[in-house]
């Protein structure tokens, strides 16, 4: 049973990837929250794609604030954005797992930028080193709305079903989405501490099940590493968001000596 005395979820069918043995470094980067309204950010993800040492950089989702399906890549934000990832992609390695903001993205984007697709969880090794990716909503199990929206949204029929409708009706429902979510919260401090987190007993349900001793994740915005149970760790990646305060942006970086946390790169 979950904390919460939910049933905890079954691990969905298993992604794994061996990095190659050359690589020196890899990036974990999610919820950049894409969008026209953020280009301090936009400007630092693209040069952090750019310009940074690691042989592969690993999205783990919500790189937009929203998806709402592969034609939203002929807008004109977006179609900067799959600029900057193809020519990173030309670079090195670019993955990219689907969050709870963009998870319609699909092969048709993928193959336009050249991004490699990383299924949610995907196991990496590297090194010697087992560590367990996930975008970490399906992990946020007391968020019980949003775990019927996610059951619900994940169907092909829905999908299907949204996808028939024109661009900007799709775009004025996400929208609307967001609002909603935004008033909910009015009156109440921006502190991700409030919001739902992964559950930890599901989590280690899911560790035990790859032979994993660490978790990787995004979703909760809460950044940072913690033991979850003995023989078990969690990395939480941060948000990025230069365009408020106070400003973060913050990349995960693993090489053979362990993990560390980076600012972004810049243009030297």
């Not at 309204?37 to 937009?64: E, K, M, N, Q």
């Amino acid at each position: 049973m979950s904390e919460a005395g939910q049933a905890l979820p079954a691990l969905p069918p298993l992604y794994q990837w061996q990095a190659p043995s050359d690589w020196r470094r890899i990036d974990f980067i999610s919820d950049l929250h894409l969008s026209a309204a953020s280009p301090r950010t936009f400007d630092a993800w693209a040069a952090h794609l750019r310009y940074t040492p690691a042989d592969a950089v690993l999205i783990l989702g919500d790189l937009f604030e929203w998806w709402v399906g592969d034609d939203q890549r002929e807008q004109p934000f977006e179609a900067q954005c799959v600029q900057v990832l193809a020519d990173a992609a030309s670079r090195r390695q670019i993955g990219f797992m689907a969050g709870n903001r963009d998870f319609l993205l699909g092969e048709p984007m993928r193959s336009a930028c050249g991004l490699m697709a990383l299924p949610d969880p995907t196991v990496l090794d590297a090194w010697g080193r087992r560590l367990l990716l996930t975008h970490g909503d399906a992990l946020c199990l007391d968020d019980q709305a949003y775990q019927q929206f996610r059951a619900l949204s994940r169907q092909p029929a829905w999908q299907r079903e949204f996808g028939a409708l024109p661009l900007p009706e799709r775009v004025r429902q996400a929208a609307q989405a967001r609002r909603e979510s935004d008033a909910r919260r009015q009156g109440q401090p921006f502190d991700p501490a409030l919001w739902a987190d992964v559950d930890g007993a599901a989590a280690v349900s899911w560790l035990h099940a790859t032979g994993s001793a660490e978790l990787v994740h995004g979703h909760t915005h809460r950044p940072g590493s913690e033991v979850i149970a003995p023989g078990f760790t969690r990395h939480v990646l941060t948000d990025w968001d230069l365009d408020h305060a106070p400003p973060r942006a913050e990349v995960l970086r693993l090489t053979r000596a362990g993990l560390v946390r980076v600012p972004p790169s810049a243009q030297p």
